[in-house]
Every structure is written in C-alpha cells, then in structure tokens.
C-alpha cells in the first residue's frame, strides 16, 4: 500500500514535469513569419532594408532547425523575432519608397529650392536602410 | 524560584517575538526590492522616449499600442515568473516594435508630404 502510493506520487511529479518541459510545435506562427517575409520582400525590402530582411531570414532558418530537433520552445521564439523584423524591414521600405516619391515630387515642383534644401540628392542616394 | 522562572520565560518570549518581527521585516523587505532586468528596462525606456514623441503618437499611434501589450506582456512575466530568457524575448520584441513604430510614422509623415503639394 505505501509502496503504491509513492509510486502514484513519482508519476504524478513525473507527469507534471513532462507537462511543463512540453510545448507545442509553434507551426502557425512560423507560417505567419513565412508570410512576413513575403510581404517584406514584395515591399522591396531587399533594397530598402536588406539588414532587417537578412536578419528575419536567419531568424526563420534557425527556427526551423529547432523545430526539426523537437526544440519548441526555441522555434517558437526565432519565428516570432523573424515575424516582427521582416514587419520591421517592410515598414522601413515602405516608410523609404514615400520619402524617396516626396523627394522626386518636391523637386519636379519646385528644382531650385528643392537643390538648395537637400544638397546630397544630386549624389546617389544609398540603397541600405540607414536606421 | 518560581517567580525568576517566569521572568526567564518571558524574556525567551520576548526575544523569540523580537526575532520573529525582525525576520518578517527582513523578509519583505526582500520581496518588495525590485530586481531589474537590463533588457526589460531598456525597452521600457525606448517605449517611454517614443510615447514623449506626440508626432510618433498621432502618426503611429497603433502600432505604438502593440509595443505597450508586447512591454506590458514582458512586465507580466518578470513578475509572475521572472523568467529571463522570455523576458529578454518579450523586450526585443517591444524594441523591434517601437522601431516599427517610428517607421509606419516617417511614411506616413511622406504622405502627408506628398497630398499637400498635390493640393498645391
């Protein structure tokens, strides 16, 4: 009787170690930073904002990996940093791409002022993000 | 010999009270010190300076709200938890989020930008 009833207690202890170590494979957010991503790279991330872009990459690969090696917990904290540095690298190209065309409209209204207002836009202007 | 034992009793009574308050104090004492977390505290500060910025908080105002759920979040877990390495998670996540902030903010300024000198 007292032999059952301490195995019965281990294998709860057990049970609630298993519980606590277990996660769940993070598959819907690692879809959804895959979707990040795209919209990132159709937001012409790859120019505006290449070091965000490259750092979401890696971010998804890694996750991936630990998701093959049954690390969950791990995947499922890459995915969500690659989810919101490909959100980053998209608003940066898009927050890039509006200045660029107010630039361009600003100078087609009025050349003179816009040449003496910013000086360097008769240089090419860098293609990588400068945040 | 009666009355001095009394006399020892209760003043064995009166240190082990003592004691016991001065432990209590003690104790919470150490509860009620805040233990910092570098991490959660600079997101906690980027949060704060981008809040002080009322351009950011019209332009973006949405976007600044989901870094305070994804701060509020890492608060929650220090805590209840004080489980670093999501905290340190959670906190890079609320940075990158007020990053984002300040960008969806220089579009939208560049809008703004563009439909004024349309409408010149």
Same mark, same amino acid.
């Given at each position: 009787?007292r032999?059952?009833?301490i ?13 606590c170590?277990?996660?769940q ?5 690692l879809?959804? #930073?895959?979707?990040?991503l ?26 991936r990996? #630990? ?8 995947a ?14 998209t608003?940066?190209?898009e ?6 065309? #107010? ?6 209204l009025?050349?003179?002022?816009? $040449?003496?207002e ?6 090419p ?7 | ?9 209760a003043?064995?009574a009166?240190?082990f ?5 001065? *432990?209590?104090i ?28 009322? $351009? ?5 105002g949405?976007a600044?709200?989901?870094?305070? *759920?994804?701060?509020?979040q #890492?608060?929650?877990?220090?805590t ?5 390495v999501?905290?340190?998670h959670?906190?890079?996540l609320?940075?990158?989020?007020v ?16 439909q004024?000198?349309g409408?010149?």
């Open positions: 009787m032999f059952q009833a195995s019965l207690l281990l294998g709860a202890f057990a049970l609630t170690g298993i519980g170590s277990t996660a494979p993070p598959t819907r957010i879809s959804d #930073a895959e979707l990040n795209r919209a990132a790279s159709e937001a012409r991330a790859d120019d505006l904002a290449p070091m965000d872009l490259q750092g979401a990459r890696e971010k998804l690969v890694a996750s990996k #630990a998701m093959q090696e049954n690390k969950y917990e791990d499922r904290r890459l995915a969500e940093n690659a989810q919101v540095e490909a959100e980053l690298a608003a940066k190209a927050a890039e791409i509006a200045r660029r065309t #107010a630039d361009i409209v600003r100078h087609r009025d050349p003179q002022r816009s $040449d003496n910013r000086p360097s836009t008769s240089q202007a860098p293609t990588a993000n400068k945040e | 010999m009666q009355p001095h034992s009394i006399r020892d009793s003043s064995l009166s240190i009270w003592f004691t016991a308050i001065f *432990l209590a003690f104790l919470m004492a150490g509860c009620a010190t805040e233990v910092n977390n570098p991490a959660l505290e600079r997101a906690r500060e980027s949060y704060t300076h981008a809040r002080q910025d009322r $351009d950011l908080v019209a332009r973006a949405v600044l709200e989901r870094a305070r *759920l994804t701060l509020e #890492a608060e929650r877990v220090w209840a938890d004080k489980d670093v999501e905290v340190e959670l906190a890079y609320a940075e990158k989020r990053e984002i902030a300040r960008a969806v903010a220089r579009r939208r300024l560049a809008v703004e930008e563009l004024r000198m409408t010149r």
